[in-house]
């Protein structure tokens, strides 16, 4: 192993590439500035297993009792409440398993891939807590595949564990008992979709499941009571256990605790991987503040930003003073997501930005629900003539009556002054789909034919009407 | 071209021997088989289907949806070159030109010499360090042309041997479930009460 980090090209990286410490509460970065934050003698030197221990000195319902009092919503994008999700299993049904869902592969999104590679413990400690509390008797950490490092690193922190009595068999010496077992994926992001996990879990081609009725708590894997938790909102359990309910609920806002990891990645002065106070931090804070990315590269204008990963509707300049607060960014008309902010300065090709997510989505589409399968293919292709030049004016209406057939009623967008939209359509939206997949390729279209209609109209040339002669006429 | 190596029929049990249903050990039987023969093998996937009890259609189905498995051979490096939003803002399509210029192939296929294969890859989850590749699964971030002509020229060298294994390899860590600490599957239906640490149900609410 080198000592010097990961170096490419010649460059030689920090350990954990991209992530910015700064004076903010750490509950789940605490142990990023250390080189072997992901080694078992670190993790015991800083605290490590010691909110299992708390855990284990308590009933179930009583721990599961505190994560409910804390809050902690989920981190994966839907922004549910963990300790809601875990008591949405069916009394008296075992056994009930727990699933991973390390999967991360929405664009934008990099945080629990560092959680992963930087702190593996903690996020094992996490998942034995949920396992403790729920009554979850196997635990299965799906890693995306392309994840190599992650894997080798959760991998070898497993080992260690298991060789240390921390997993497995009677940990730490009480009746709990649980396997944790390491699965890794192979290119599909919509395994990241709940169900879709659990059918590559199980085997099969990654597809999402008809739900509701039967959510994964209910029926999930081998049809069994499953609670699929996201990697960043396990992590938060060993801090909440070690500290109280009380405690991590003073940081943040009432209805969103805690902190978040967010990326903020495109056109800043210094991209980065930041934890931040929940519901108090501004978008304006982040893209701005000197502790965080310090303004647009080259001063240049704010254009618009993805406040949520590549499926949330865009967000423009007046949209800034929003705080990372999940009711106040639906009600704008977009979502939180996965923590993961893509900004666009004055210099960027709108539709051209949008047509590599709305590439995204029609790549990773499954294939399961025609609405999907054809409308987001078609609206990639149509957007393309439209980037190349060879769009028809016909084309704009065209990719709304396709997006129309995946999102049904009015899309969610935000408002604008430069436009002259007052008012915001506010999220989420209605879907002839399964899962998110097909929405999320209309979304970047949608918003940048809301907010930016007059750059697609400039890519059209006009017709030249040829005059024919009618028969008869 | 081949079925699993005894070593890795070995593996392949140790793996299948964790899941309460050997299907699920698919996903991971088949990056077994690209790590040994840099892509899965027609042969291997009737082996594997084999050793889950399934059909090789049902191992082929699976297969196919996944991204990452190749059915030919492959490079020994797949350079794959992320061109989702983060990465395309910062200049992943002059990043991607550059390398099919410079390689002499167009994206999505490999070198005559059969060691490079070039991919135009979807988000790596690395979006702030834009824009970023992956040689076999291993990053280099906020990449210029200049350090992707110095990247192209130690996969030639072979300087990067020891630190990139060949397409195929994922982690070089495996996880061993020693048998004395680990708990081991159980079959969903021979499970009908609570775990160990779970109070039996009195009938008082939850």
């Known amino acids: ?473 | 071209m081949s079925r699993l190596s005894d070593a890795n029929v070995s593996l392949a049990k140790e793996i299948i021997g964790r899941y309460p249903r050997p299907k699920s050990a698919l996903i991971p039987l088949l990056h077994l088989a690209q790590e040994q023969d840099g892509y899965v093998a027609n042969d291997a996937m009737a082996h594997i289907a084999d050793l889950i009890g399934h059909t090789s259609a049902e191992v082929y189905g699976t297969a196919t949806f996944y991204e990452m498995f190749k059915f030919e051979p492959v490079g020994r490096y797949v350079v794959n070159i992320c061109g989702t939003m983060s990465c395309a803002l910062m200049g992943a399509d002059a990043l991607i030109h550059h390398a099919e210029e410079r390689l002499g192939i167009k994206a999505g296929s490999t070198t005559p010499d059969g060691l490079i294969t070039l991919e135009h890859a979807e988000c790596q989850a690395a979006c702030t360090e834009a824009p970023c590749l992956q040689v076999n699964y291993r990053y280099r971030y906020r990449v210029t042309t200049g350090q992707l002509d110095a990247l192209l020229d130690d996969l030639t060298s072979g300087a990067l041997e020891s630190e990139i294994p060949p397409h195929g390899t994922l982690a070089r860590v495996r996880q061993h479930i020693p048998s004395d600490r680990g708990v081991g599957p159980r079959q969903p239906e021979d499970v009908t009460t609570p775990p160990p640490w779970i109070p039996e149900q009195s009938g008082a609410p939850a």
């Not at chain 1, 609405?371 to 957007?383: A, F, N």
């Open chain 1, 1 to 473: 192993m080198s000592a010097a980090g990961p170096t490419s090209g010649g460059v030689t990286y920090p350990w954990t590439p991209g992530f910015i410490a700064g004076d903010r509460p750490q509950i789940v970065t605490s142990r990023f500035e250390h080189e072997d934050s992901y080694t078992l003698d670190r993790f015991l030197a800083t605290g490590g297993y010691d909110g299992l221990k708390a855990a284990l000195a308590r009933t179930p319902t009583s721990v599961h009792e505190e994560v409910r009092s804390a809050t902690v919503l989920g981190r994966g994008g839907a922004g549910f409440p963990a300790g809601v999700k875990w008591g949405l299993t069916p009394q008296g049904v075992w056994p009930r398993y727990l699933v991973v869902n390390g999967d991360e592969s929405e664009p934008g999104t990099y945080k629990d891939r560092l959680l992963m590679e930087r702190d593996p413990h903690q996020l094992i400690e996490g998942c034995l807590i949920a396992c403790y509390a729920a009554g979850l008797s196997q635990c299965f950490l799906y890693i995306r595949g392309e994840m190599a490092l992650a894997q080798e690193r959760v991998a070898a922190a497993l080992n260690e564990a298991y060789a240390a009595g921390y997993v497995g068999r009677n940990i730490l010496g009480s009746e709990l008992s649980v396997d944790i077992v390491m699965q890794w994926g192979a290119g599909a992001y919509v395994v990241g979709e709940e169900t879709a996990l659990i059918e590559s879990l199980e085997g099969n081609r990654g597809m999402p499941r008809l739900k509701p009725p039967f959510f994964p708590a209910a029926i999930g894997l081998y049809g069994q009571p499953t609670i699929v938790n996201n990697v960043e909102t396990l992590a938060n359990l060993p801090w909440l256990l070690r500290n109280g309910a009380a405690a991590y609920t003073t940081i943040g806002t009432e209805t969103s605790p805690g902190t978040r990891m967010v990326a903020v990645s495109g056109h800043v002065k210094r991209p980065g991987v930041f934890e931040i106070v929940n519901g108090t931090t501004t978008f304006r804070d982040l893209i701005y503040g000197d502790e965080f990315c310090q303004g647009i590269r080259d001063d240049n204008e704010l254009k618009a930003f993805v406040p949520g990963g590549g499926s949330a509707p865009w967000f423009v300049p007046d949209q800034l003073d929003l705080p990372f607060e999940n009711k106040l960014v639906s009600a704008a008309g977009s979502m939180l997501g996965s923590g993961a902010i893509m900004v666009m300065d004055s210099t960027t090709d709108i539709p051209y930005a949008a047509l590599t997510l709305a590439r995204f989505y029609a790549h990773e589409s499954c294939g399961k629900c025609v609405p999907c399968r054809e409308g987001g293919t078609w609206l990639e292709r149509i957007l393309q003539r439209v980037v190349d030049g060879h769009g028809a004016p016909e084309d704009l209406d065209l990719m709304l009556e396709v997006g129309a057939s995946i999102c049904p009623g009015a899309f969610p967008h935000a408002s604008s002054e430069r436009v002259g939209l007052e008012t915001a359509v506010p999220f989420p939206y209605k879907m002839t789909t399964i899962c998110f997949v097909g929405p999320s390729a209309y979304a970047p279209i949608n918003s940048a034919l809301v907010l930016f209609r007059d750059e697609f109209e400039a890519k059209i040339k006009p017709r030249i009407r040829i005059p024919v002669a009618v028969a008869g006429a």
